[in-house]
Every structure is written in C-alpha cells, then in structure tokens.
C-alpha cells in the first residue's frame, strides 16, 4: 500500500513545459494594454471636445432715449442677429471642353466685365476636327453639285454612240440568222449553226436594249431620290461644322457676367475638365467671381424669434471688422423650410449700399427696428443706444460671446464705468450672449453650453 502511494505522488522535481503559457500571458497582457489605451484615448478626447459650461448674460436691447433724453423719437430695437456676409451670385466659371490651360489673364481681385476674355485653352485638336469636317462638307457639295448638272455632253454623245454599235451588231446578227436559218432548211448546214445563231441574236438584242437604257438616263440625269440623299448628309456635315466650330470658340473661356474674381483655381499648363475632378488632378472650374455691390448677410434665426420679422422688414448691418460703419440693409430672401438640427430659418437681408470695406464671408451683426418707431440712420448720425454690460465680462479690451454653440471673440470700445457696469460704445448691438467670467480654457472657436 504505502509503495503504491509513493507512485502516485507528483514529482516537482522535473521541469514543466510553460512556453506556451507564458505567450498566452503576454498576448493577454497586450490585449488588456491596447484596449486601455483605446479607453483612455477615448476619454481624452471626448473631454478635451467637450463643451465647456459657460455662465452667460444676455445683452439688453438698448435703448436710443438713454443716452440722450433730447433725441428726437426713440428706436425700439426687436431683434439682434449675427451672420456672415456673402455675395448674392458667386459663380464658378467652368469650361465647356476639356483642354489645358494655355493662357490666364486674370487674378484674385481683378475686376472684370461681363464678354471679358480670362483664359484660353490649347486648341490644336479642335481646329484640326474643324478642318477635317470642313473639307468633308466641300465634298459632298461637290457631289451634289455634279448630281444637279447632269451629264456632260461627251458622256451622253458616249453613250449614244455605244447604243448606235450595239444596234448594228444587233442587225449584222439578224442577217447572219436568216442566212443559217435557209440553209438548215436546205440540210446543208448543220442544226448546231442555228443555234448558235439564235444564242448571238439574243444576246445582242440584250445588250442593245442595255445600252438605250443608259442611253436615257444618261440623258435625263440622276433620280431626285438620289439628290434628296446627297443634300440630306449635306446637312450632316453642316452640323458637324457647327459643332466643331462651337467646340472651338469654347477653348475661349469669358466671364458670364461682369464682377471681381474671387478666387483663381488654375495655371497655365493644368487640365480642365468637364468631368469628375479629384483634389490634385484635373480642375473642375478656372476662376469664381461675384458682384461686389450685390452682397447679402447671411442669417440663422431662431424659430422662437422669427415671429418677429417679417417680409422686407429693415434693419441697421455692422461689422466686426468696422463696428463704427453702419449700413441699411433689408430682408431679401426667407428660407421656405427650416433647419431642423438648428431649430433656425435661414434670412438673408440685402445690403442696400455696400462699400469697399464690405467682403463675403466678414461676421456682420443685424439689428432690425420696428418700423413704427422710426427708421435709424445708417451714417451714424442718431446718437447710440446706451449699451451696459458687467465688468467681469470684459477682458483686454474682448468679450467672448457664444455663437452656435461656440465662442467667437469680439473687440469691443468702452466707455465709462459705472455702477451698474461699463459701457459699450461699439462692438455689440444688443440681444448677444456673452460669456461671464470666462475660463481660461474658453478661447475662440472653443465648444461652449450654457452653464444650468
């Protein structure tokens, strides 16, 4: 017994195998490693994107009798909207025919009009197809031509004279007929001369019948059958010319309407083409250009404020860029469906008498007044509304308002400081968020919320 217990203990001793094992462990180990770093990666990003809670203050709408209790009538501002500027017709100026760019006359800001030569593309192919079509269509007019004169004299003079020999031949066979037929008759010449003096007999009057049918239409001329045939790929090949000369009038590219170039997307030795277009292949378009003078603001309104506007209703435009100049602008197209994501509807308001300090895609601010209590002056005559915003909103000189859900920095021109906050003398309009106390981590472009 205690011999068989001896046998069945476990030797530990002796080396196990663990190679296998041990790289099992370390692809365990591996696998939990990536997976954490994804995790974190994950989270990194999510909080480094995440809005950051903001406390914001609303801009009030101001007032024009607070400043100046003198001023004559008051401007009751309704509504304050920001947008971007943008050019009511921006076109893209594309090729009708694929080419290489063989000359470009303009650049971004010239100032072109409408028939203007831009560019010009190689054309050697479309003028040699021009010239190949060209002669096709002398050819055929040529014949035609021919079909319509009929035949010259010598041809029908020719083809009388051919039928005149067939008709004697004709006769000589005849006589020779008789003559075999009288001596077959006689048994002294052999039936096999008769036959073969029919066989010539009728081939001769086949051939006589032949010739007088060539004979008239030699002289009467073609069928008109044959003439409506000619004149109709007569009008083939015109067409053909046509196209080809339109293909190559098109290797002259001009501008469709006269306006400022705004971009130019070729150079001289690149493909246009007519086509698909990849980032770094062929160009889809040569330049775009708009109509500096016919410039819209472009705006999201809210639906809960687009109650209050109306169609043509009017308003004041400023701009970042120059918050002391003020233009009159009014409302020239409404969205017919709204933004569903946004919960806004797109308005764009026409700016009545733009300048050289306007550009397409500047940050333009919108107040529209109520119409009843008096239309503002867009040269800056009126006396400002008193616009008061709290200290601790201000920073350098900026505040930080939240546009869309991001904050977008505003420079901003104070004026005296009170107890009830500073004042603004430019910069904002009334009705912005702004952001109070602003972190340091919220910077322009920064996803912002607002704090609950």
Not at 91 to 96: F, G, L, R
Not at 254 to 280: H, M, N, Q
Not at 413 to 433: C, F, N, P, Q, Y
Request: avoid cysteine.
């Amino acid at each position: 017994m205690e011999g068989d217990l001896k046998s069945l203990r476990i030797d530990r001793s002796k080396k196990q195998n663990t190679g296998s094992s041990a790289w099992a462990k370390w692809w365990i180990i591996i696998g939990i490693s990536l997976f954490l770093l994804v995790g974190v990666g994950n989270f990194v990003y999510s909080k480094w994107n995440a809005a950051v809670p903001v406390e914001l203050y609303r801009v009030e709408l101001p007032q024009a009798g607070s400043t100046n209790a003198g001023a004559a009538g008051s401007q009751n501002v309704i509504l304050n909207a920001t947008g971007y500027i943008v050019a009511h017709h921006k076109i893209q100026v594309a090729s009708k025919v694929l080419g290489k760019v063989a000359w470009i006359g303009v650049d971004k800001g010239y100032f072109v009009k409408e028939g203007q030569v831009i560019a010009r593309l190689e054309d050697d192919e479309y003028r040699a197809q021009l010239q190949q079509a060209t002669g096709n269509l002398n050819n055929l007019k040529a014949k035609l031509a021919e079909l319509e004169n009929g035949s010259r004299p010598q041809e029908v003079a020719s083809s009388k004279s051919n039928w005149e020999v067939a008709k004697a031949d004709l006769e000589n066979a005849r006589v020779s007929l008789e003559r075999v037929r009288k001596l077959v008759a006689a048994t002294v010449a052999p039936q096999q001369q008769l036959d073969d003096a029919v066989a010539r007999f009728e081939s001769q009057k086949a051939r006589v019948d032949s010739l007088e049918k060539i004979y008239d239409l030699v002289r009467v001329g073609p069928r008109r059958e044959v003439m409506d045939a000619m004149r109709g790929q007569i009008e083939q090949a015109q067409g053909n010319v046509s196209f080809y000369q339109t293909q190559l009038s098109n290797t002259v590219i001009k501008a469709p309407s006269t306006g400022t170039i705004l971009e130019r997307a070729v150079e001289k030795g690149e493909f246009i083409t007519t086509s698909f277009v990849g980032d770094r292949g062929a160009k889809g378009y040569v330049v775009s250009l708009a109509d500096l003078k016919d410039l819209q603001v472009e705006l999201d309104i809210n639906q809960n404020d687009f109650r209050k506007l109306n169609s043509k209703q009017k308003g004041v435009i400023t701009t970042d860029a120059f918050p002391d100049k003020k233009y009159e602008g009014i409302i020239d197209e409404i969205s017919p469906e709204a933004n569903r994501q946004k919960a806004t509807v797109q308005v764009k308001v026409k700016v009545l008498q733009p300048d050289e300090f306007m550009r397409p895609e500047m940050n333009a601010s919108v107040a529209f007044y109520d119409e009843a209590s008096g239309k503002p002056a867009a040269g800056g005559s009126a006396p400002a509304p008193a616009i008061i915003i709290p200290a601790a909103a201000v920073k350098n000189g900026k505040v930080l308002l939240m546009v869309n859900g991001k904050a977008m920095e505003r420079a901003v021109k104070l004026g005296a400081t009170s107890s009830m906050g500073v004042r603004v003398e430019s910069g904002l309009i009334g009705g912005e968020d702004i952001i109070m106390n602003p972190p340091a981590d919220v910077k322009d472009g920064v996803n912002v919320t607002k704090k609950l």
